[in-house]
């Protein structure tokens, strides 16, 4: 895995973080997407096919890995039991500035294949120092479960991707191992791309 290249994909949505996929129309950065933790949104778009583009945008929810969030994107897909969301670019023609901001992050950023996860396995994870750490997966045809996390696994890293070793991204975090006085939760389920993404974006990664 080239770990530079890797680290570039990764972002900070809010207060936990997310990482760039690619849709089909590869030359197009509006057709770029971000993949998070659910439960790093501020909140889920209204229950409705019929809500408006505004209702399902975030202001300042994006930003470079470690800086602020100030850019701007509308929730696509959201999990809330699964515990995934994908954003995409605001609408271009009602935010057409913010939209423009969406784009120079997205472009500035390194995207991230979409892979399958092995049964058993290896994988990785960015801490919270941004250095990339080992830990071992296991999933039964359903969500990741993550043991012998190396640096353990802590609030912050939600939405970060669960990497293999071959550069793909294959599931996110969504669930700490337990700091201080909280109870450990290795093993817990985190989200598998494969399993827990809208098929659209699963078969777009395959084209």
Known sequence: ???????????????GRGFVVE?????????????????CLPSFPPCASFSTIRERTYPALLGPLGAAPTVWAECLFVDPIGDIA?????????LHREAHDYAVLIGQAAVLPIGDAPRSGPAWLLSLKNAWSRCHLTHSGGPLSITD?????????????????????????????????????????????????????????EL
Do not use: Q
């Not at 895995?1 to 207060?15: E, F, P, Q, S, W």
């Not at 071959?166 to 109870?183: N, R």
């Not at 389920?189 to 990664?205: G, K, M, T």
């Open 1 to 15: 895995m080239d770990h530079d290249l890797a680290k570039r994909a990764v972002i900070t949505i809010g207060t």
């Open 23 to 39: 849709g089909p129309r590869e030359d197009d950065l509006a057709d770029r997407f971000v993949i998070t933790a659910a439960h």
């Open 86 to 94: 994908v954003l995409g670019s605001p609408d271009e023609e009602d």
């Open 149 to 205: 996390a190396a640096e353990g696994i802590v609030p912050g890293m939600s939405g970060s991707p669960i990497v293999a070793d071959d550069g793909a991204a294959i599931g996110v975090v969504c669930c700490s191992t337990g700091v201080g006085d909280e109870p450990p939760t290795e093993g817990s389920p985190n989200a598998r791309l494969n399993y827990n993404l809208p098929v659209w974006l699963v078969r777009a990664s």
